[in-house]
């Protein structure tokens, strides 16, 4: 929750919507399958998740 405090303010706009899953099956089973999957998921982006930064500063 903290990084997405952080990171809010990069986006002028912002909201939630919730949509029913009935409504929304593609995205549903893609969801299902990142849970289900037993393979490493790897963060990518250009600003690194607090944890990252914070081990990789400890570590210089």
Do not use: C
């Not at 929304?24 to 999957?37: H, I, M, P, Q, V």
């Not at 690194?48 to 400890?58: I, K, Y």
């Amino acid at each position: 929750m903290e990084e997405f405090s952080r990171s809010k303010t990069f986006f002028p706009d912002f909201w939630i919507r919730h949509i029913p899953r009935a409504q929304n099956t593609l995205e549903d089973k893609l969801a299902f399958g990142a849970r289900s999957s037993p393979l490493a998921m790897l963060y990518i982006d250009s600003i690194p998740p607090v944890w990252l930064a914070e081990s990789v500063g400890s570590v210089q």
